[in-house]
Structures are given as structure tokens and as C-alpha cells.
């Protein structure tokens, strides 16, 4: 199987020492901290004509909870569509209603808006009661990437909910691993998920910046 890695990054540095180092597709966001934010527009605007490879916009307002004010979902669907017209390859993004399930009508118009650039769930999905139930509404919402720990701390951790994702996304869409993924452990990860793409941030320890050589340790073990 073909295996492939995005790579989180939060700044336009990083960004550019993942692409040489042979990451597949760039998440671009702001905040490591927080969790990944919207970033700015002049980021997508310097690597835009540097980077062949896709960059996938987060678009997220702000920390917290993923159930949004109607000025924030207003503010991300400007977002949208201010980066479609910079020239992002996707997006990445998830809704929460106020019961903290998957708010079917503001996710759909964001797919839609997005059309016809791809869309990627986000760990939103790690917060759902019942995951199988989650994984239908995303899929029949046209969302074409769903990015989880497994609902567990890590990937590795989840990594047994994560086989079953795949299992019951049987191709419709692809289940992306994400959270505490490493040199050390994609392999053992690969091998029981069996999942095309794999997330990770490759942070250096103790620092918000890429580690480049990190992203070769993992190219060359899901090679």
C-alpha cells in the first residue's frame, strides 16, 4: 500500500522545510498551541508559488469548543472563500452543534462553498459518543478526509478505533491518523491501521518548529 504523510505546519518556514522533505500535503495553520487555527492569508500567499505539493487551509476562528457563534461560521465561510481565490488545494475544518454532535447544515455549506476543493474533517470527530454513526454524516455531508486520534490521546492509543474507521469507511472516504504520530511509532501504527495518510506535526521536543529530518525518519518508514 502506498502510504503518505501530511504535515501540520504553523508558519510559512516550516512549511517549506516539510515539502523538501518530502511530505505528500501541507495542513497550514496558525497556533500550535491552540490546536491549529486559521492562518493568516499572507502565509498562503508567500507558498503559493514556491510549494507543488496541496496545501490544506485549517479554518478554525479560535481555541475552544467547535460550536460557533453566527459571526464566527460567517467569518469562516469569508475565509473560504478568500483562500479559494489565493489558490488552496483544500480545507480543514468541523462544526459542532450545541449538543456537540456534528452540526449537519453549517459543515454542508461549508463543503459546498469549498466545491470544488476537498474537505477534511477535522478532531472535532474525536469529541462523538458514536463514532460509526459520525463517520455516515461526515461521509454523506462530501467531506473526503476524516483526521482522528481514534478518539483516544494518540493514534497509537486509538489505534484499534482507527482500524475500525477504515473498515466502515470501506473507501468512501479516507481516514487520516493523527495525534502523537513519530518516527518511532508510524510503523507499528501503519501496520495495524492500514491507512493511507498519516498527520503528524514533527515538532522538535520542547519547540513549535518543524523538525525536517523527523519528516524523512517518517517518509522512510511508511515507504
Known sequence: MSRKLEIACFDVAS????????????ELCADYD????????AWLEGLRASLAIPIHIMIRPRAGDYCYSPAEFEGMKTDILEYKALGADGFVFGILDKSNTVDMMRNKELVELARPLPCTFHRAFDCQADKAEALETIISLGFTTLLTSGVHGSALEG???????????????QVMPGGGIRSVNITELASSVQASWYHSAAIQAHSNALDEAEVVRMRTAVS
Open 159 to 173: 489505534k484499534e478505533i482507527l482500524r475500525e474507521l477504515v473498515r466502515l469507511a470501506a473507501g468512501r472516504i
Open 34 to 41: 491552540s490546536g491549529g487555527l486559521t492562518p493568516p492569508t
Open 15 to 26: 512549511a517549506i522545510r516539510a515539502a523538501r522533505a518530502g511530505a505528500a500535503c501541507i
